[in-house]
């Protein structure tokens, strides 16, 4: 089962600034940009349910099952996959799930290609 609570992710980045000016103000300044990627989202899914994550590009997909694998730590709120914290326990959690990232394209050359012997 995973058990996803109010979980949020927040990036923080140093404030850029334009130009060369721009460019040496930003060594010195404190600023900071905050980007939230996943805003207070709450799901269930049981055990043997089948389940499609969708949505448009930049909506947080990547960065929620990132936080389901224990490779990201939300900002706030709480994940268990199959009573497993994720951020606690990830070497024990990745022996339990499989997680591909990419396109299609990327992942072809992954894939094991044996030749096709026809006889007649």
């Known amino acids: 089962m995973i058990e996803v609570k109010h ?6 980045t140093p404030k850029k600034y334009q130009g060369l000016k721009g460019a040496v103000k930003g060594l010195f300044s404190n600023e900071k940009i905050v980007k939230t990627a ?7 899914i049981q055990k043997g349910e089948i389940v499609g994550y969708i949505g448009s590009n930049g909506a947080g997909k990547s960065t ?5 694998t224990g490779i990201l730590s939300p ?6 996959v199959d009573g497993i914290d994720p951020n606690k326990r990830r070497k024990e959690n990745a022996q339990n799930i499989g997680v591909v990232f990419g396109q299609r394209t990327q992942l072809w050359w992954d894939l094991k290609m044996y030749p096709i012997e026809w006889t007649r």
């Open 38 to 44: 996943v805003d207070d989202i709450s799901f269930e």
């Open 75 to 80: 900002t706030r709120g709480e994940c268990r």
């Open 64 to 68: 929620t099952i990132k936080m389901m």
């Open 7 to 12: 979980i949020s992710k927040d990036f923080v």
